[in-house]
T-cell receptor, first 111, second 111 residues
Framework: SQQGEEDPQALSIQEGENATMNCSYKTSINNLQWYRQNSGRGLVHLIL?????REKHSGRLRVTLDTSKKSSSLLITASRAADTASYFC???????????FGAGTRLTVKP | DGGITQSPKYLFRKEGQNVTLSCEQNLNHDAMYWYRQDPGQGLRLIYY???????QKGDIAEGYSVSREKKESFPLTVTSAQKNPTAFYLC??????????FGPGTRLTVL
């Protein structure tokens, strides 16, 4: 069963705007990760945030984690057309060796 | 796509045939995973392996089989028992830091 659920399912913005995507999950986790997928390609790891962290930055990416609400958000600032892709959250659960992916948010950045 | 190769990129299968998808890695990672992705959907776990000669079923293992005879290789066989095999198949490895690296994927179509 899928663990993470991204919201919104699709997002369309203009170049230069910020994009925010959310992820909710159900069980206790060790960490939460965000991945990016260009159409027809494999996934690329973007950022990992551990359960004891609340915020993490990487370039134009900012991830927050609220374990009390079992939710995370990914913010992409100053978006570019090249950011157009699907973004997935994945959770690494306690006492489990697999990872659970959500259905993803399809982001379109218009030039 | 890192050090993970998947072949072939496109595969066509007639109904009733078994086919095997290849996944090879040179990253020296112990854990390997197979996911299925349907159009506009997230990833669903088929099988995973934490170590050579050991593997575990994921959420949708029915109609699939795997082997892990070598650390570098984790082939997936789609059997005739899988009633709706048309999908995009992704192989991944997992680092000690729990990040996953994905191959470029194989698109399987049943004719």
């Amino acid at each position: 069963s899928q663990q993470g659920e991204e919201d919104p399912q699709a997002l369309s913005i203009q170049e230069g705007e910020n994009a925010t995507m959310n992820c909710s999950y159900k069980t206790s986790i060790n960490n939460l990760q965000w991945y990016r997928q260009n159409s027809g390609r494999g996934l690329v790891h973007l950022i990992l945030i551990r359960s004891n962290e609340r915020e993490k930055h990487s370039g134009r990416l900012r991830v927050t984690l609220d374990t009390s609400k079992k939710s995370s958000s990914l913010l992409i600032t100053a978006s570019r057309a090249a950011d157009t892709a699907s973004y997935f959250c994945a959770t690494d659960e306690y006492n489990n060796n697999d990872m659970r992916f959500g259905a993803g948010t399809r982001l379109t950045v218009k030039p | 796509d890192g050090g993970i190769t998947q072949s072939p990129k496109y595969l066509f299968r007639k109904e009733g045939q078994n086919v095997t998808l290849s996944c090879e890695q040179n990253l020296n990672h112990d854990a390997m995973y197979w996911y299925r992705q349907d159009p506009g959907q997230g990833l669903r776990l088929i099988y995973y392996s934490q170590i050579v000669n050991d593997f575990q079923k994921g959420d949708i293992a029915e109609g699939y089989s795997v082997s892990r005879e070598k650390k570098e290789s984790f082939p997936l066989t789609v059997t005739s028992a899988q009633k709706n095999p048309t999908a995009f198949y992704l192989c991944a490895t997992r680092t000690g830091r729990n990040e996953q690296f994905f191959g470029p994927g194989t698109r399987l179509t049943v004719l």
